[in-house]
């Protein structure tokens, strides 16, 4: 198909809470993007840093809004999606650096395939001191397609993307480019996750139609202390969450299965994790979601656990504080 000559707009939009320390380095590296058509937004969520002046020194090139803190990235992204006027959209987080292709690569794949509901980019993570391989490398079923392709884009059908997404899941919030249509009818983020909220977007999306997977690096993914994928607990109530809700979302039987077996299984590590800081009410509530087990990794696991719980409860066996 032959591509059109003239550039969609592109938008990009940025939640932003006290994000003084990087947020110049990932402005200044969209705004060195390729692709000219861009808009860019920064939505602050109740910054009480520099956050407000350090994006109005990008003005215009940047448009700034500010709303009360809500405590998680979904609502500063829908805000954002509310003014966005872009064909096609990108949430990108405020510590991530955007390679230079990475939005035209995009926009070609949705000229070459109009039926694609999201063109998702690869990526790796860094530190202050090292860079990782890139992420796709870390998926094997990915990596397999990517290679039979010859490292060229592929195609992943609805039913097979979301399949590869439950197993692996390949891709996060900074890499997919949308075509904002499909965004705008699912209402966006799902504001009641503090977590997992991106995956349970694309997973929605992915129910719409095919997606595009790009093999080439678009983004770098900054690791530091502050990343909220630095709370376990947290991080593992929400992925709970977001499956449980995608079971009653999933239109193909296989799929609903395997959503719900993860769920029960995320449910016992969960329970573990509980157990080792002390919060031992919540780890038993877990039981009646739970109950029965339905092979035998399961059974040992609610014996071991089960005991765990009691021991700590009688004050017989310590609890393990994590370090």
Not at 214 to 241: A, Q, T
Request: proline share 5%; hydrophobic share 40%; with cysteine.
């Amino acid at each position: 198909m032959a591509r059109s000559t003239e550039q969609p707009l592109v938008t990009v939009i940025i939640p932003a809470f006290n994000a003084e320390q990087y947020l110049d380095d990932t402005l200044r590296s969209i705004e060195a993007q390729t692709y000219a058509n861009i808009e860019i937004i920064v939505v602050d969520d109740g910054s009480t840093d520099s956050t407000a002046e350090l994006v109005q020194a990008h003005a215009p090139r940047v448009r700034y809004i500010h709303q009360p803190n809500s405590g998680s990235c979904a609502a500063p992204r829908n805000n954002g999606l509310k003014h966005a006027q872009g064909e096609f959209v990108t949430f990108f987080d405020a510590d991530d650096i955007m390679l230079p292709e990475k939005i035209a690569q995009q926009v070609r794949q949705f000229q070459d395939h109009p039926d694609a509901v999201a063109v998702i980019s690869n990526y790796r993570n860094f530190t202050d001191t090292e860079t990782s391989v890139d992420h796709f490398a870390t998926c094997p079923t990915i990596t397999a397609r990517l290679a039979d392709s010859g490292q060229q884009a592929i195609t992943l059908p609805s039913t097979e993307c979301r399949r590869i997404l439950i197993d692996e899941n390949f891709t996060i919030a900074s890499s997919p480019l949308f075509r904002r249509s499909v965004v705008d009818a699912e209402q966006g983020f799902d504001v009641s996750l503090r977590a997992c909220e991106d995956f349970h977007l694309i997973y929605r999306v992915a129910l719409k139609g095919p997606l595009v997977v790009v093999p080439d690096v678009g983004f770098e993914r900054r690791l530091h202390d502050l990343n909220m994928s630095g709370d376990p607990e947290r991080m593992m109530f929400n992925f709970i969450r977001s499956r449980a809700s995608l079971v009653h979302l999933e239109t193909t039987p296989e799929l609903q299965d395997t959503l719900a077996d993860l769920v029960r299984h995320m449910k016992r590590e969960f329970q573990t994790l509980l157990i080792r800081k002390g919060k031992l009410r919540e780890a038993f509530g877990l039981f009646s979601q739970t109950l029965p087990p339905t092979s035998r990794r399961e059974l040992k696991h609610d014996v071991f656990q089960g005991t765990k719980l009691c021991l700590t409860a009688l004050g017989l066996r310590k609890v393990e504080w994590p370090s």
